[in-house]
C-alpha cells in the first residue's frame, strides 16, 4: 500500500562520546590525561609524540571531574560552573530520544561502544541508584502509559513484552533460560519478509509496570556470561540486548472497534568490550572469546564503513556484510534499515589506552555519517483499515453535508450517487471486519507471549556463601559460590575431577585450597605449596588454616577478589575492589621496596668495592711510576 510521505524519516545516527575517571589500574600506573573534551568537540593527545586529534559529535559528555556523591547515591556537578555531564543529562540527551521516537511508532536502538572497562555499562545500565539509560527509560515507559491511561479520552491500548539475549561465542542465547536448559550451540537466528530478522524462540515476557520489567532485568542480568581478564577482572564477555517491543492499540471511543496498531521495538545494546589480547591477559577459553568478540566487532565496523560511503554517494553497489556475524544481523534494520539509532561511544582518559580510545574515536565517527530510513510502523492492514475509515469519513461527510447536490445533475442521478455511496460504506465496513478478523487469527498463532513469571529468590538469599568484587561496581555480586556442608575445593575448571567451587583465572591451580563448611562456620585450608596456590585473607598470605568470618576479602590467585558473607550479618557495602586491592598490594608494594632496598644496598656495596680496589689500584700504580701528568692533564692517581 501507498506510505504517507510524513510516515518516512531521513535520519542521521545520533552519536556521543563520554569519557569517565581514571581506574585503580590506571592510577597504579600513574598514567597521564589524553582526552580533552570543548563543546560538542573531543580532542585525544598522542602521549608519545604530543600529536592531537579532533573529532566532532552531537555530544562530547566530560564525566571525568568536577563531581561530588549526594547522599542518595548519586553523582552531580561539585560545583555549579563544572563541565561534568551526570546520568540525568545522559538520559535527556539520548535515552529521551529513543522514548519520543518509540511512542510515535518507529523503531529505536541505542548501544555503546568501547574497550572493556572504558565506563560502557555505566552509561547503559548505572550503578546502584546512580541509574543509567535503561532503567531509566524503563520507568519513563510506564510513566506516560499510567499518565495516559487516566485521561477520560484515552482511546489506545498499551502493551509491552521484554527480552532479553546475548551473543557469546557467536552463540545466541536467552537470558531469560536458566544457563542449564539452554540448547547447544543457541538459538538460530531467522529472516522472512513478514517479519524481517528475528531470533527463533526467544523468550518474550509481558510486562504491566516498571517493576515487573526490572525483575526481568534483573534475572537476565545474574544470567549474563561474565568471566575474567586482566582488564577488568569479571567483565561480561558477551553482546547483551535488552529488546522491548511496544505495542499502542488504537480503537474508536464510540464503537470500540480498534483503528490502527502501531508497534515500536526498543534495542538496548551493550556491546562487550573492544581490547587488544595481549593487553588482557586471556588465554585459552578467554583468548577464544576475546577472538569472537573482535570478530563480531570487526564485521559490525566493516558494515559500519560501508554503510557511511553510501550514504556519502561512495560506493553505491556495494553489499553490506550483515551475515558474517550473528550481532550484525541482529542490529540490522538498526545499522542501515528502519530505525532511529543512537549510539554512546565511551573512553578511557589514560594515556596506557591511547590505542584503545582512538580506535573507538574513529569508530564512532564513522557511525554518525550513517543515515537511516525510520518509518512508523504499521502492518499492512492497519494501514488499509486506516485508509478505509478516513474515505468512509469523506463519503458520511458528502452525504450529511448535500455535497453530490453540489455537484449538479437531476434527482435520478443525484440519488443514484447517493445509492452508490452507501454501496461503498458497507463494502468498506465488511472489508475492515474481515481484515480485522484475519488480524487477530494471524497475531494468535505468531504471538508467544508468556505473562511475567514468578521470580523466585536467589538460591544463596540466608546461606553462608562468597560473591565476588568487581573493578566495574555493576558487575560486582554477580558470581556467588555457596559453601556445602563439608569441605569444598577450589580451584580452576577441570573435565577429570571438577572442584566445587569452579574459579579461573590467572594463578589459579586445579586444587587451590580446600574451604571446610561445618555447623555454620567455615575455614580455609590453603594448598601444600602456598607460595604456588596463592590465598590472601585481608591482605595476607594464608600459609596455615584460617577461619572465614564475615566480610572477609578473599584473593584467589592473581586477581580473583570475593567477599565472605554470612546471611545472619548485614552485608557491607563500603567493601569494593578497589578497597580489596589496594589492602591486597599494600604488602606486595612493601615486599617490592625492601627487595628495591636490598638490591640498591647490594649495588653501593659493590660500587664501595670497587671504588676501594680502584684506590688501591692506583696506590700502586703510583708506586710503580705511573702517576705522571701527561700534557697537563690530571694524573690517575688524582683522578
Same mark, same amino acid.
Given at each position: ?7 518516512? %524519516? ?162 545466541? %542465547?536467552? &537470558? ?253 465496513? &465488511? ?114 588454616? %584460617? ?68 684506590? &688501591? ?23
Amino acid at each position: 500500500s501507498k506510505q504517507s510521505t510524513w510516515e518516512v %524519516q531521513m535520519s542521521s545516527v545520533k552519536v556521543a562520546v563520554r569519557v569517565r575517571p581514571f581506574n585503580g589500574r590506571e592510577k597504579e600506573a600513574n598514567a597521564k590525561r589524553i582526552i580533552e573534551m570543548e563543546g560538542k568537540t573531543t580532542k585525544i593527545t598522542d602521549p608519545e609524540t604530543g600529536k592531537d586529534r579532533k573529532f566532532a559529535f552531537d555530544f562530547s559528555y566530560w564525566s571525568h571531574s568536577g563531581f561530588k556523591e549526594e547522599p542518595s547515591g548519586e553523582k552531580a556537578k561539585d560545583t555549579p560552573e563544572s563541565p561534568y555531564a551526570d546520568q540525568t543529562l545522559v538520559f535527556n540527551d539520548m535515552g529521551l530520544d529513543v522514548i519520543n521516537n518509540a511512542f510515535e511508532g518507529y523503531h529505536t536502538c541505542l548501544f555503546a561502544y568501547g574497550q572493556t572497562g572504558s565506563g560502557k555499562s555505566y552509561s547503559i545500565v548505572g550503578y546502584g541508584p546512580d541509574k543509567g539509560i535503561v532503567p531509566r527509560a524503563c520507568e519513563e515507559i510506564f510513566t506516560r502509559i499510567n499518565k495516559k491511561m487516566v485521561e477520560p479520552d484515552c482511546n489506545v491500548e498499551f502493551v509491552v513484552t521484554v527480552c532479553m539475549l546475548e551473543i557469546y561465542n557467536e552463540h545466541v %542465547q536467552d &537470558l531469560f533460560t536458566n544457563p542449564n536448559s539452554r540448547p547447544k550451540g543457541g538459538l538460530k537466528v531467522r529472516e522472512s519478509p513478514a517479519a524481517g530478522v528475528f531470533v527463533e524462540n526467544l523468550s518474550k515476557v509481558s510486562v504491566r509496570s516498571y517493576e515487573e520489567i526490572q525483575k526481568q532485568y534483573d534475572v537476565g542480568n545474574n544470567n549474563r556470561t561474565i568471566a575474567s581478564t586482566l582488564m577488568n577482572a569479571t567483565s561480561s564477555r558477551a553482546h547483551t540486548i535488552l529488546s522491548i517491543v511496544f505495542k499502542q492499540r488504537f480503537h474508536d471511543l464510540q464503537t470500540k472497534l480498534p483503528t490502527n496498531e502501531k508497534v515500536s521495538q526498543m534495542h538496548l545494546v551493550d556491546l562487550a568490550g573492544s581490547e587488544r589480547v595481549g593487553d588482557t591477559g586471556a588465554t585459552g577459553t578467554r583468548m577464544l572469546e576475546g577472538t569472537n568478540i573482535n570478530k563480531s566487532l570487526s564485521v559490525l565496523g566493516k558494515c559500519i564503513g560501508i554503510l557511511a560511503e553510501k550514504a556519502m554517494g561512495k560506493k553505491k553497489d556495494a553489499v553490506v556484510p550483515y551475515r558474517e556475524s550473528n550481532l550484525t544481523r541482529i542490529l540490522q534494520n538498526a545499522l542501515g534499515g528502519n530505525s532511529k539509532t543512537c549510539m554512546i561511544a565511551a573512553v578511557s582518559p589514560a594515556s596506557i589506552c591511547y590505542e584503545e580510545s582512538l580506535s573507538t574515536l574513529r569508530y564512532a565517527d564513522q557511525v554518525k555519517q550513517i543515515k537511516n530510513a525510520a518509518i512508523v510502523n504499521e502492518s499492512p492492514q492497519d494501514r488499509l483499515i486506516r485508509e478505509l475509515k478516513e474515505e468512509n469519513e469523506k463519503l458520511k461527510k458528502k452525504l450529511g453535508t448535500g455535497g453530490m447536490a453540489n455537484e449538479g445533475g437531476s434527482k435520478e442521478e443525484i440519488e443514484k450517487l447517493r445509492r452508490a455511496f452507501e454501496e461503498q460504506l458497507e463494502i468498506n465496513k &465488511l472489508a475492515r471486519l474481515e481484515i480485522e478478523r484475519e488480524e487477530e487469527r494471524r497475531k494468535a498463532n505468531s504471538e508467544k507471549v508468556i505473562e511475567a513469571p514468578v521470580i523466585e529468590e536467589e538460591p544463596w538469599k540466608g546461606k553462608f556463601h562468597i560473591a565476588n568484587l568487581n573493578e566495574d561496581p555493576f558487575l560486582s555480586g554477580k558470581i556467588r559460590h555457596i559453601f556445602k556442608e563439608g569441605n569444598n575445593i577450589v580451584g580452576k575448571p577441570d573435565k577429570e575431577a571438577a572442584p566445587d567451587i569452579v574459579i579461573g583465572g590467572v594463578g589459579v591451580l586445579k586444587s587451590h585450597c580446600t574451604i571446610v563448611f561445618t555447623e555454620g562456620k567455615a575455614k580455609l585450608i590453603p594448598n601444600a605449596d602456598p607460595s604456588a596456590a596463592k590465598v590472601l585473607i585481608n591482605g595476607k598470605l594464608v600459609t596455615e588454616e %584460617q577461619e572465614l568470618v564475615h566480610n572477609d576479602r578473599v584473593l584467589f590467585g592473581s586477581h580473583n577478589y570475593f567477599v565472605v558473607i554470612d546471611p545472619t550479618q548485614p552485608e557491607d557495602t563500603n567493601i569494593t575492589w578497589d578497597s580489596a586491592n589496594k589492602e591486597a598490594i599494600q604488602d606486595q608494594l612493601k615486599a617490592v621496596t625492601a627487595s628495591q632496598e636490598a638490591l640498591l644496598q647490594t649495588k653501593l656495596k659493590e660500587l664501595e668495592d670497587k671504588y676501594e680496589a680502584c684506590l &688501591l689500584y692506583t696506590s700502586d700504580a703510583a708506586d710503580e711510576g705511573l702517576g705522571v701528568d701527561l700534557g697537563g692533564r690530571r694524573t690517575l692517581q688524582h683522578k
